[in-house]
């Protein structure tokens, strides 16, 4: 079992929708979990970060934590071309300072 | 805002060359971080570091090495290029912050091993 999985995609959503990104972690303990959005040919950008149970939001995002299901989501509201991108799902293990990424998931927003 | 620089966003090198990949940053940050990414495996982490003269292996550092001589700069070695380790390269630095950590990542180096 991968430490972060992530559905590889495409997911495909038309423009202004609900994009619903997921990721599941198998450490138990994890406490820090970070989305990343990355454009093609680019480095990762931090777009949201999460450390409690419930959900945290920052305009059209917003992360879910569940830690006794052990997964975290990213909607993206009125989602736009400009979202398409690969969404990295990143987790603080308890042993120190490791970041574990998920291989990502495509997201492509059609106007 | 955070800045983190890669010395190179393109390189092509030999098998069996020496290569060096540096990494600065200009936020006083302690942990430096080198991965790669390869499409369909993610980022995997080579080394990092939390302090001037410290390193840590990650996940697959067989075949490179780090550097770190100041706190800003963080240095991957290939010690002998092979064409395996064609990949992108990704450095990132973060303060040392607990849990709340963040890391940032420069803008990666394109590494092309014939």
């Known amino acids: 079992q991968k430490e972060v999985e992530q559905n590889s995609g495409p997911l495909s959503v038309p423009e202004g929708a609900i994009a619903s990104l997921n990721c599941t972690y198998s450490?138990?303990?994890?406490?820090?979990f970070f989305w990343y959005r990355q454009y093609s040919g680019k480095s990762p950008e931090l777009i949201m970060s999460?450390?409690?149970?419930g959900d945290k939001e920052d305009g059209r995002f917003t992360a879910q934590l569940n830690k006794a299901s052990q997964y975290v989501s990213l909607l993206i509201r009125d989602s736009q071309p400009s979202d398409s991108a690969t969404y990295l799902c990143?987790?603080?293990?308890?042993?120190?300072?490791?970041?574990?990424f998920g291989a990502g998931t495509i997201l492509r927003v059609k106007s | 805002d955070v800045k983190v620089t890669q010395s190179s966003r393109y390189l092509v090198k030999r098998t069996g060359e020496k290569v060096f990949l540096e990494c600065v940053q200009d936020m006083d940050h302690e942990n430096m971080f080198w991965y790669r990414q390869d499409p369909g495996l993610g980022l995997r982490l080579i080394y990092f570091?939390?302090?001037?003269?410290?390193?840590e292996k990650g996940d697959i550092p067989e075949g490179y090495s780090v550097s770190r001589e100041k706190k800003e700069r963080f240095s991957l070695i290939l010690e002998s290029a092979s064409t395996n380790q064609t990949s992108m390269y990704l450095c990132?630095?973060?303060?040392?912050?607990?849990?709340?950590?963040?890391?940032?990542f420069g803008p990666g180096t394109r590494l092309l091993v014939l």
């Open positions: 990132a630095s973060s303060l040392m912050d607990g849990y709340q950590e963040t890391q940032y």
């Open positions: 450490d138990r303990v994890s406490q820090s």
């Open positions: 990143a987790v603080k293990t308890r042993y120190g300072n490791k970041l574990v």
């Open positions: 570091s939390y302090d001037v003269k410290m390193k």
């Open positions: 999460i450390y409690s149970n």
